[in-house]
């Protein structure tokens, strides 16, 4: 599953985009400075997410929309289109990103 797969599939779940994941983490004092661990328990005890899905957001809370680009292009499972994951929902999303 692609990185921007998991965050489309806890849009899915929890009915919010990731960047609202991530305003939420704000409010609750979560950011650049953060630990991953802390935000990972929070969104899954929070949002009652799974810990693979609860880490793909606490990637973005903690360190922005950008992904290494290690499986970018690649043939594999797990490869994603760009760089960069979009925030603002998986039905916002244009179909060249």
């Known amino acids: 599953m692609s990185f ?13 985009t990731p960047r609202q ?3 939420a983490a704000a409010e609750q004092g979560f950011g650049p400075d953060s630990k991953t661990t802390p935000v990972v328990a ?14 793909a957001v606490a990637h973005v809370v ?7 680009t290690k499986h970018v292009g690649s043939a594999g ?5 760009s ?5 603002d929902g998986k039905d916002s999303r244009p179909a060249d990103w």
Do not use: F, P
Request: glycine fraction near 10%; charge should be negative; charged fraction near 30%.
């Open 62 to 68: 903690v360190k922005g929309d950008r992904i290494s």
């Open 42 to 55: 929070w969104l899954k005890e929070t949002y009652g997410i799974g810990h693979g899905h609860a880490q």
């Open 77 to 81: 499972a797990h490869r994603d289109a």
């Open 21 to 23: 994941l991530v305003e």
């Open 83 to 87: 760089d960069r994951l979009w925030l």
């Open 4 to 16: 921007q797969a998991y965050l489309d599939n806890v849009e899915t779940k929890t009915g919010l």
